[in-house]
């Protein structure tokens, strides 16, 4: 198991905890409509990202050449 699907999975995780406490604890903080439509769209943007880089790391694993690699810890550190 590569480190970029060990981040993919802890970024999935906290997209998928970030998510449940907007639509349970924090519901009362994000009533405007604005700011909720940012909540879910930051939240959407983290799932894509832990998406990307599971399948990132798929290819590291497949073709370890050093240009998906090097796309993997882009995806890491942005």
């Given at each position: ?53 599971a399948l990132v790391a ?15 810890w882009c995806l890491a550190?942005?």
């Amino acid at each position: 198991m590569t480190i970029f699907l060990i981040l993919a999975a802890t970024l999935g995780a906290s997209a998928l905890l970030i998510g449940s406490l907007g639509a349970h604890l924090w519901q009362d903080l994000l009533t405007d409509p604005d700011t909720l439509g940012r909540f879910h769209r930051a939240e959407n943007y983290l799932f894509y990202h832990a998406l990307g880089l599971a399948l990132v790391a798929q290819l590291v694993e497949r073709f370890p050449a050093q240009k998906f690699q090097s796309v993997g810890w882009c995806l890491a550190w942005v």
